[in-house]
């Protein structure tokens, strides 16, 4: 509108002020199908397309005479130009003969990205990525994105053990090679070690002033992007399809002056059920609901999730297990201004999160996504679900841009509400606050805690996928599911020992400074049952497996009780040890490789430390079995053993992520009946003593408690 506004005083007071006629005077230069074409038609202009000779496919715009210096040296050169789109026009025929690296990389690609590659790493020199890592992407996935066609891009390479490890093959390689700009030898063995797990690399060799090689790579990527489009079929993809656009912008125009607050409560409203909040961010995640992305069980299996109130980010892991493989690749769409810390940060967090999820995960600008990444993530190959961040509390400078927060988070609105009209994957998350540094981490924790979730399920869906393969006698899927499974696991104890290393000052703080009652009288029945037979000042040498400051203290102060804490967290460890000093030994270790010799222990204590290892068949070297084993290892014949773990219930069962509501966020938990712990300790020569006992805490939470001997007579652990 303020355009509009400009060309009426121009036409009005300049034109019509020296008696011209501005229809004589002014052409307008824009895309097939536009408003201001229909518009400037209408009033007697004329209209000019941007392609060159009209033509409509990627090839007759993007990159023959829509780059901007041509405007500028066309300014300075009168002339001078129409020569120049001459030269470039023989450039790039596509007949038998034509030389043009990019073009013949793109001719290689382009066979590959529509056989089911659609993601595509672009390796470039560090000068190159810093000044076109956001443009690069925009270029590519407007231009081609249409029709379920193009490809989407990044400029930070994947991991290739990531790749390796999800068996992620949908990748295209494009290397731009330039004199002058040599690949260093890590460079190198990435790509080897990429071509060696059989992903494409496409190498576009380069010369030129190495001055100019971030533009040479610039115009040479406009090429190549142009050049798929073309060769896309016999038709082409066409640039001037803007539909995705107008549906957007036909969304921002029914907003009107609205302000970003009427905005955001609208969108909450729209969504309808499909909204969850946590207080620091609401997930709304309408767009994860059509029946292309979800079955109608798994539709009826969130909502029951949001019935019973479960985290945002639960949710989101789930819909993600639902939706993957089928969509492996997540863009986060920033709306909100980043400088080069923030964006060097966001690099960072997108490259773990790939490394965490296994998803192509990279981050886009809002402020720049609607007319660029948006029409991929509208009509392009429908692999990758968007997310669009605002924050609630999002300013700009009010002298520079008065409605700029408005204007931002309606777009964010809008682009959200049309992907969701046209049943493509995208969910809103909104940051309770700015998005500013506060709010970044709030989303880093949100999506880390996704993870979790993410990594519980993955655990469970592998050992169920692994028992049907044992019990339909299929030995080499059997095997492979086995390393899975040995993968997972491993990957499971790596987060637990992350998150308590995250959490131990809060995890710490909300412990008493005193066992509480239900604890002390476990210790103190433990004690009472160690020293049964044993003389008064003998002294007790007691493992506290999973342990705390809080616990251990008390150990340390009773007589003749030699105690020794471990904890997989080094800051637990760190923690424990400073505040209890030298009054025990504290290590970290894992309980499933316990760094002591056999029969060291008159008592074990497995305290709330089992439960964080998931209960496998007898034949992983790793999981419950196998930190029972060291547990009998350890002890001596007739020592005690006790267990505390999470008992299961209706809602939860098996291996699973559960946040108990401490503000820890979720840990990964596996969960017991009381017939599934009998039989875990029993298979590994352990005789129960009492009942197992269930006890429901403060919180409400469900758990089990058993004391276990150790026979006298029983043979050494193999």
């Known amino acids: ?6 060309f009426a005083y121009i036409h009005n007071e300049f034109y019509e002020g020296l008696r011209l006629d501005p229809r004589a005077h002014i052409t307008y230069v824009t895309d097939p199908g536009t408003r201001m074409k229909q518009q400037r038609q209408a009033a007697g202009f004329t209209v000019k397309h941007r392609e060159l000779r009209d033509q409509t496919t990627i090839g007759g715009r993007n990159t023959l005479a829509n780059y901007v210096t041509l405007l500028a040296f066309a300014w300075r050169q009168p002339g001078q130009v129409r020569r120049m789109l001459q030269t470039v026009q023989d450039a790039h025929t596509l007949m038998d003969g034509a030389v043009d690296p990019a073009i013949e990389a793109a001719v290689e690609a382009a066979p590959l990205i529509k056989a089911g590659k659609p993601k595509v790493a672009i390796i470039q020199p560090k000068e190159s990525a810093a000044h076109w890592r956001l443009w690069e992407p925009q270029n590519a996935e407007e231009s081609d994105g249409k029709r379920n066609g193009g490809f989407s891009v990044y400029t930070n390479p994947p991991d290739l ?6 068996k992620d093959d949908r990748w295209v390689f494009v290397v731009f090679d330039m004199a002058g700009h040599e690949m260093g030898q890590e460079t190198r063995t990435y790509l080897e070690r990429a071509q060696a797990d059989g992903h494409p690399v496409i190498t576009i060799p380069m010369s030129g002033d190495a001055a100019q090689a971030s533009e040479t790579i610039a115009y040479s990527w406009m090429k190549f992007v142009a050049t798929v489009g073309t060769v896309w079929d016999a038709e082409g993809l066409n640039f001037s399809e803007q539909d995705p656009v107008e549906k957007q912008k036909d969304i921002m125009r029914a907003q009107g002056e609205k302000s970003k607050t009427v905005l955001l409560r609208e969108a909450v409203e729209q969504a309808g059920e499909a909204v969850a ?8 995640y309408d767009g994860l609901l059509s029946n292309a992305d979800l079955t109608p069980e798994q539709r009826q299996q969130i909502r029951a999730m949001q019935q019973r109130g479960e985290s945002p980010a639960a949710i989101l892991a789930t819909l993600l297990g639902f939706t993957f493989p089928a969509l492996d690749a997540l863009t986060l769409v920033h709306y909100g201004d980043v400088d080069e810390a923030g964006e060097a940060a966001l690099d960072a967090f997108t490259q773990d999160l790939h490394r965490r999820l296994g998803y192509a995960v990279k981050w886009v600008e809002g402020t720049g996504s609607n007319h660029g990444n948006f029409v991929f993530w509208y009509s392009g190959q429908r692999h990758m679900m968007s997310i669009h961040i605002v924050g609630t509390e999002h300013d700009q400078p009010a002298p520079i841009y ?14 959200h509400q049309s992907l969701v009209n046209a049943a493509r994957p995208s969910v809103m998350l909104l940051v309770n606050g700015r998005l500013d540094q506060a709010g970044r981490a709030a989303v880093e924790r949100f999506l880390a805690d996704s993870h979790v979730y993410v990594l519980g399920r993955r655990v469970s869906t592998t050992i169920d ?7 339909s006698g299929q030995g080499e899927q059997e095997a492979l599911l086995r390393q899975r499974l040995n993968d997972t696991l491993r990957e499971a104890a790596a987060i637990t020992q992350e998150t308590y290393d995250r959490i131990v000052g809060q995890y710490v703080a909300s412990r008493d400074e005193v066992p509480t009652r239900k604890t002390l009288e476990m210790l103190q029945k433990l004690i009472e049952l160690a020293r049964t037979g044993r003389g008064a000042e003998e002294t007790i040498a007691f493992l506290d497996v999973g342990t705390t400051p809080r616990d251990l203290r008390w150990l340390a102060q009773q007589p003749h009780i030699a105690v020794t804490g471990i904890d997989l967290s080094n800051r637990v460890v760190q923690v424990t040890q400073e505040q209890i000093g030298a009054s025990a030994t504290v290590r970290q270790m894992d309980m499933q490789r316990l760094g002591f010799g056999d029969g060291m222990f008159d008592v074990v204590r497995l305290n709330a430390s089992l439960h964080h290892v998931a209960e496998v068949d007898e034949r992983q070297d790793v999981g419950a079995d196998v930190a029972v084993q060291e547990a009998v290892r350890v002890a001596k014949p007739g020592c005690l053993l006790y267990v505390f773990v999470k008992a299961e219930t209706d809602a939860r069962r098996g291996f699973l992520a559960i946040d108990t509501g401490e503000g820890l966020g979720p840990r990964l938990f596996q969960v017991y009946s009381k017939e599934a712990l009998r039989n875990l300790l029993e298979r590994n020569g352990l005789q129960l003593i009492a009942d197992i006992e269930e006890y429901t805490d403060d919180r409400g939470e469900h758990n089990l408690i058993a004391f276990a001997r150790k026979p006298q007579d029983t043979p050494p652990t193999q």
């Open 277 to 284: 909040s946590d207080g620091r961010v609401t997930l709304i």
């Open 161 to 166: 053990e990531t790749l390796a490890r999800v």
């Open 402 to 415: 008065p409605r700029g927060a408005d204007i931002l988070i309606g777009g964010a609105v809008s682009a």
């Open 1 to 6: 509108n303020d355009a509009y506004l400009k």
């Open 465 to 471: 996928e692994l028992e049907q393969a044992k019990q």
